[in-house]
């Protein structure tokens, strides 16, 4: 057996014991009976440090050596190498106690917050949050000192490999200088246009379960090998060959909860077109959070919240509630799918303005971590960023710093995938639908085949064989360029 | 760290793991779409490995030798010990090598199980199933060297620790006899009682479920800590922390998907009652699957098919489905749940000829494996076994040596089990009805904690700090005897 072959051996388990430590957290969010949380904590740490110790093992740093002199390699075998190597420079960077410093970190500072926030108390989540800080800031270091880049820059490339700051500030300073005039601009065509007429409940869950089924099996979710459930927020999860997805249903409005599980449809068929050969090999992973965003906002906000898409779920729409009514047309669906208005929180907020809330968490973490900003000042320089960006003030910190769990659970560096997702999105939309005239009409009629089978060829199958920038130039003819998502904002808002 | 407190931490580690492994297959009998089955297994059969290896570890060799030099350890730390290396025994008995082809070869022979059954094919079975027990054989031979005893009596260890046929045979020979007249006695006796009246269906699932969960809960279930689902076989498993049952429900008749929940019931409070003081650790794992079966049947047969339970029971099965009448009388229901008549399905058998299936399969098993019985003629041997102690002749494979999955999945050496189990849970129930005078009226009201309380400490709490023989004749004043469990099917089946 080759370095490589025995290196193949090992990465297969370790992803094999991914994937059950990826259905003990699916099954924490959906299935598991509140009494159950420290032991299931207890069974994930344990087979986090199995999964750590298979990737810190001195034995495979000499077979990654060994491999990288072997010179038999395929195009595919050599990225797989490639993406090893990138997973043991993450690993090993960080030594053991560190590793499990910040989990205790994380999870002290998380529980802290979850009291914090409805209480609106940022005072009382300071000091853990401090010390979880602290230990992220030292795991970026040594990531930094490994992977040759800043510190913030080695948290990205967490979520996001080879992301860096130096290719996403024009980005996102473009789009924050581009919002800020054209925001206005929408409200007022906004205003011009006929009132959303509301859509009143109540909706009994079943009937909306139904329909999000019908629509998602449209979109390509295959029941077969996944599942659709409720947790507290929407997630999608699992395994290519068994993909988890979630949504949460409300009484009142069908309308959120229908949309996120076609948002997570996208997710789900990202997933699911994974190249099967590479299956449980790191070359055969998804690329990364942007991509993996952007399938999900392709599906969601490019193509379902579409004129087109939205005249064919209206009638289902009527049909699986029994209502009927100029409210229930394709026409004023769309208007409510597409209505934008400045708000404080992100999870809420509409498709443009959206990446100023994203923006502002990407300023305001990177100076965090720098120690620029110090934790003490961040409700107030939340608030400055929010006047700034979305000219609103923030009545208190629960709606303000304290909204979203990623800094608190210590998952820094990942807001910006956000964006560049949506940014992803529209650039590969717009590439799928000039290269197959058939993908358009098919929308309008509820068959996502066509498209499906563009992002499968351009973007499922192609697993992490190239790196986010080269897939989206090999697939659209150029690097992430916000024009194109400026030419669907406006194509969208302005017409 | 002494010896003793690395073991410690190591079994700590391989118990996290199988729980792991337990969700795993929990999720995949209740939840897993179709087409995940592949990637699950290869999910399970890699932690597998990952537990095996734990386990065979040269370095737990040393450590367990001096461990048993250490002379500070207390009862429950010795016996802790004792059960490490118990486990120890088991897992290095066999090799790598022999271990993987059982699996693999149980994996073959059920999947031709699952089409020759329906099809009523045994010949199809056959050449798989011959392949299995040669390796059944192989490994059953190796345990026997280890353990000290017979291939047989080392199948049994596996799930009966210290089960051996040299006691088991006076119990099952003297149960035999007494039954051949017995049940003859029991069908004459119900003849001449009022006919059972049929309970006219359909049963809502939903009013089934909340009904099951009303009475799984006046039992003791609690469901912060425990799930109840669906799955094609009634199973229990999970964590003491989190405990997950399932049941089926039929339409047509509740009365046996309830009766497994509550069956369930009584395994998930064992599991919820072991000593949590000693939890990961093999000491405070459940005692064996005689004591395990005697919980569900203690609950489920001694108790909830009681007069006194069914009186309760009465009216929330009639305010569940909205009926009433002679039928849903607690007289009636008690007739219809200690009806008795010899079948030919196991799972189908009434409490009084339930033995006889055990017995048969026992006996047949054993020759099997002695080679003294050729697999060719299992049919023939099971239809002359079902004639002589049922005085039933199959007309069929189907329903005869193909009815079980147990031998055509490797599981041999557990079918004793259950008749065992059947005898603890009226011997355990009897005394704990003398040591206990609130125990009987509080089942009469629905209240089963004065004999949760009485069962938590006399065997829940215990875990796997005696033998099996042991703890029952502490619980009881002797071991098992079968003079008990005659006395209460004569009271029950002739009063």
Redesign the interface.
């Known amino acids: 057996m080759s370095a490589y072959q025995e290196l193949e051996r090992r990465f297969r388990?370790l992803s094999?014991?991914r994937?059950?430590?990826g259905?003990?957290r699916w099954?924490s969010s959906t299935?598991?009976?509140?009494?159950?949380a420290?032991?299931?904590a207890?069974?994930?740490?344990?087979?986090e440090?199995?999964c750590h110790e298979i990737l810190t093992d001195p034995g495979l740093a000499d077979l990654l050596a060994a491999a990288e002199q072997e010179t038999d390699l395929g195009r595919w075998q050599a990225a797989n190498l490639r993406e090893m190597r990138r997973q043991w420079r993450h690993a090993t960077a960080v030594g053991a106690d560190l590793v499990q410093a910040l989990t205790k970190a994380a999870a002290a500072s998380e529980m802290v917050w979850r009291q914090a926030r409805p209480a609106n108390d940022f005072q009382a989540v300071l000091a853990p949050f401090e010390k979880l800080l602290a230990l992220v800031r030292e795991s970026a270091e040594a990531k930094a000192d490994r992977l040759g880049c800043a510190p913030y820059d080695a948290l990205i490339d967490q979520w996001e490999p080879a992301g860096r700051t130096e290719t996403i500030d024009p980005l996102f300073d473009d789009l924050a200088a581009f919002l800020e005039d054209f925001i206005g601009q929408v409200v007022d065509h906004q205003a011009a246009r006929p009132a959303v007429l509301a859509l009143d409940g109540p909706f009994p869950i079943a009937a909306q379960r139904r329909l999000a089924e019908k629509l998602a099996t449209a979109v390509g979710f295959?029941?077969?090998?996944?599942?659709l459930d409720e947790s507290l927020h929407p997630f999608s999860s699992g395994?290519?060959?068994?993909v988890r997805i979630t949504t949460r249903y409300s009484k009142d409005d069908f309308t959120r909860g229908l949309m996120a599980v076609l948002h997570e449809t996208g997710h789900a068929l990202y997933d699911r077109g994974l190249p099967s050969g590479w299956r449980h090999q790191p070359v055969g992973e998804a690329r990364g959070m942007s991509l993996h965003e952007g399938q999900s906002l392709l599906i969601e906000m490019q193509a379902c919240r579409s004129p087109e898409f939205l005249a064919f779920a209206a009638p289902l729409m009527r049909e699986a509630f029994g209502r009927d009514g100029p409210a229930w047309q394709p026409d004023n669906l769309y208007r409510l799918y597409t209505r934008v208005e400045a708000g404080l929180i992100r999870v809420d907020a509409d498709e443009v303005t959206y990446p100023l809330h994203v923006i502002l968490r990407y300023r305001l973490e990177r100076a965090m971590l720098a120690g620029d900003l110090a934790l003490a000042d961040l409700p107030g320089a939340w608030n400055d960023g929010m006047r700034e960006l979305l000219g609103l003030a923030p009545p208190d910190d629960r709606d303000g710093c304290l909204q979203d769990i990623h800094w608190y659970e210590g998952a820094w560096g990942y807001f910006p995938t956000y964006t560049l997702g949506a940014m992803t999105a529209a650039q590969l939309f717009d590439a799928a639908r000039r290269a197959g005239p058939e993908i358009a009409p098919g929308i309008a009629r509820g068959d996502f085949r066509p498209l499906v089978h563009w992002l499968g060829e351009h973007v499922h199958a192609k697993g992490s064989l190239l790196s986010a920038d080269e897939l989206l130039t090999e697939a659209t003819g150029r690097p992430l360029d916000p024009a194109v998502y400026k030419a669907h904002l406006k194509a969208r808002y302005l017409a």
């Open positions: 388990r094999n014991l994937d059950a430590l259905l003990l099954d299935m598991m009976p509140v009494g159950g420290e032991a299931r207890e069974q994930m740490a344990t087979l440090v199995v295959d029941f077969a090998h996944g599942r395994v290519p060959e068994d």
